[in-house]
């Protein structure tokens, strides 16, 4: 059962060979066992999963079940459930019990998915590594001297040691798709504006992007099919006709015009991680596409520009966090200002209050042409630059990150060294294109290495098949750790 | 580039948080190593470029003047540091 895909875990449930409520409490039994060590959930409340089982077996029962029903779904800790704790791996908001759902979370109860739990995180979404979230990082289950990458770094460990059917991420800078790549998984972060970001708690909203994080190309199909859709009440939701994600899950690749772009491959790429990029590339050959080098000239500038465009819209998002109507309050002060400087500074954890400093520099009278204009500038010749390739081939393939999933602690001291473990990322997010990381081989370490797909835009279909194609020759994605 | 610790001390003034002499000089020697980092922008003609604020080209929609969320306010009060009688509470601010 825990290797089933979805579709097939969907088919059992209908066949009634097993129960929602047994199939959650399988979860919540490998969760009581192995999330001690990998630490992957923050929050666990059995009495509120198994009562979800319960209604999803009563659909089953009168055969309403959607294609998701009964099937447990961890949920990152950024997304407000009305009635759980949700924290966004900071002590902020250790003690918030949100009053009302994200549209993601609605949309997951309306199809009769389980809510297994919360995924722990880095401090709100701050980090590549799970190291900066407050209830401490998470283990990857492939090696747990290893970081699973990060923001997104319980939901992906999460999927790899089988304690969730699927998992749901979130993507600033390649939180999604970095922490897919170092725990051998599958994850697509959407083209921006896809999925609602109503009760996703803000890091930079003009980046900020949901997506599903599985063991399977075909999984993220499904999961796309409840997450996207219009939501009005998130100001930049498209409004665009409801996709079927799985259409072009069978359609071959023949004619495929893969783009490689030059820099994806330079200096700075492990050369075990190349090594594995290029055998994937050849297995696509093979699968019938072409290959074509495109070149993506600005996209060396994307780390620079993120680090000034996401703190800048960090700092503003991370304001409402004063300590007056939720979250937490410091327990002495002498005045207002003191009250909001005390709470943030004790509320906030290093990444975080750094980052909120870099913003509120950057944005500060005197410096906002030079640093946060000019990144808005350049951002556009990094957009425009994947548009001309785009132009010479279907889909952008590379690395995902430079290396396989480092030890926890190597990188700690040195915030600048962390920021480029998402070299080959951020610049999808500054685009707003969709990107997706599949497992492609083991690196020197013997630890997962991930493979991006980039898509132009609203190709999440055509880059889900791509995907799959790759999926059903090979069998990276059904590798799963001892634990 | 480098920056001073009063820069540091007047970047953590405007963002309200609160820090000690040793958090000052930490922050800024990591802050200034990130500045490095960033101006590696500084050198690109950007010269005739529209600056991208958002990756859609999108006009701000407006919805309808009309009411749409219900009153929840004991809901929401409930998860707040100090309330009284429907008023959140915070420090005196007017003598």
């Known amino acids: 059962m825990l290797n089933l895909s979805l579709q097939k875990i969907g088919v059992a449930l209908r066949a009634k060979q097993i129960s929602s409520v047994e199939l959650t409490q399988l979860y919540l039994d490998r969760i009581a066992t192995h999330n001690p060590v990998l630490n992957a959930y923050v929050t666990v409340e059995a009495h509120k999963s198994l009562a979800q089982a319960k209604a999803a077996d009563a659909m089953l029962a009168i055969g309403s079940a959607q294609a998701l029903t009964g099937i447990p779904i961890a949920q990152k800790d950024i997304f407000c459930a009305q009635g759980w704790r949700t924290t966004c791996g900071s002590k902020m908001l250790d003690n918030f019990i949100s009053p009302y759902d994200a549209h993601v979370i609605t949309q997951f109860n309306a199809a009769g998915a389980v809510n297994l739990g919360k995924t722990n995180m880095d401090e709100f979404a701050m980090g590549s590594s799970n190291e900066t979230s407050y209830f401490g990082p998470v283990r990857n289950p492939w090696n747990i001297k290893a970081v699973p990458g990060g923001s997104s770094g319980g939901a992906a460990s999460a999927v790899a040691a089988r304690l969730c059917a699927a998992a749901t991420g979130t993507d600033t800078g390649g939180s999604i798709r970095q922490p897919a790549a170092l725990c051998g998984i599958t994850g697509i972060k959407p083209t921006y504006g896809t999925v609602s970001r109503y009760g996703m708690i803000a890091f930079a909203s003009s980046l900020d992007q949901a997506g599903p994080m599985a063991r399977s190309a075909e999984d993220c199909a499904l999961m796309l099919n409840v997450m996207t859709g219009h939501d009005p009440r998130d100001s ?18 023949a004619g495929l015009r893969i783009g490689l772009p030059r820099e994806f491959f330079a200096e700075g790429l492990s050369q075990d991680v190349a090594a594995c990029v290029q055998a994937a590339v050849a297995e696509y050959q093979k699968l019938g596409a072409t290959v074509v080098e495109v070149s993506l000239p600005n996209a060396k500038l994307a780390v620079p520009v993120y680090y000034v465009l996401a703190p800048a819209e960090a700092s503003s998002n991370l304001s409402r966090f004063d300590g007056v109507r939720y979250g937490y309050r410091a327990p002495d002060y002498t005045d207002l200002t003191d009250m909001y400087e005390k709470t943030r500074a004790q509320g906030f954890g290093e990444e975080v209050k750094r980052r909120i400093m870099i913003g509120t520099y950057v944005l500060s009278h005197g410096y906002y042409d030079a640093y946060y204009l000019q990144a808005q500038k350049i951002r556009r010749l990094i957009a425009q630059d994947f548009v001309a390739a785009f132009k010479q081939c279907d889909v952008i393939m590379g690395p995902t990150s430079p290396s396989t999933a480092f030890n926890l602690g190597e990188k700690g001291d040195d915030p600048v060294q962390m920021y480029l473990s998402d070299i080959y990322t951020i610049a999808v997010n500054l685009a707003g294109l969709p990107g997706m990381s599949i497992p492609c081989g083991t690196g020197a370490n013997g630890l997962p290495v991930g ?20 999926q059903l020759a090979t069998d990276w994605h059904s590798r799963a750790p001892n634990i | 580039m480098s920056l001073t610790i009063s820069d540091v001390q007047k970047i953590a003034r405007l963002a309200r948080l609160a820090m000690n002499p040793n958090e000052i000089e930490a922050a ?41 969320a219900t009153n929840q306010r004991e809901a929401f009060q409930a998860i707040a540091p100090q309330v009284e009688s429907g008023l959140y509470l915070v420090p005196q601010v007017l003598e």
């Open chain 1, 236 to 253: 930049t939701s498209l409004v665009r006709d409801k996709e079927d994600y799985t259409r072009e899950l069978n359609k071959p690749l």
């Open chain 1, 451 to 470: 493979l991006q797909i980039i898509g132009d835009y609203f190709k999440e279909a055509q880059m889900l098949g791509v995907a799959h194609q790759y």
């Open chain 2, 28 to 68: 800024r020697a990591q802050l200034s190593g990130i500045f490095e980092l960033i101006a590696e922008m500084q050198a690109v003609n950007t010269t005739g470029i529209e600056p991208m604020s958002h990756a859609q080209e999108l006009s701000q929609r407006l919805r309808e003047d009309v009411v749409c």
